[in-house]
Nanobody, 115 residues
Framework: QVQLVESGGGLVQAGGSLRLSCAAS????????MGWYRQPPGKQRELVAN???????NYADSVKGRFTISRDKAKKTVDLQMSSLKPEDTAVYYC?????????WGQGTQVTVSS
């Protein structure tokens, strides 16, 4: 049974930085990708960034140049460094593992950016 445990998040002023971390338990050798999604208030969940199994990274256009995702395969972790945060980055952020046929989700961590 794979579990994802997130840490980080919180309240920050616009222009500030935060770092989210996610640690996976269990065997995740055959996953397709690992990354982060977010769900702003009243909106649908959306991809923020992920790392594909070959090391390729993908970013939402809205975060390119501001967020950096990194994965440590040995530690089974994925981090999201968020800089130049904007009020529109306010959301619940979810760690995600995609197996191709199934997705695991973390419990979510709140990020609030004040203007």
């Amino acid at each position: 049974q794979v579990q994802l445990v997130e840490s980080g998040g919180g309240l920050v002023q616009a222009g500030g930085s935060l770092r989210l971390s996610c640690a996976a338990s269990g065997n995740i050798l055959s996953i397709k990708s690992m990354g982060w999604y977010r769900q702003p208030p009243g909106k649908q969940r959306e991809l923020v960034a992920n790392v594909i199994s070959d090391g390729t990274t993908n970013y939402a256009d809205s975060v390119k140049g501001r967020f950096t995702i990194s994965r440590d395969k040995a530690k089974k972790t994925v981090d999201l460094q968020m800089s130049s945060l904007k009020p529109e980055d306010t959301a619940v952020y979810y760690c995600n593992i995609d197996w191709g046929w199934y997705k695991n989700w973390g419990q979510g961590t709140q990020v609030t950016v004040s203007s």
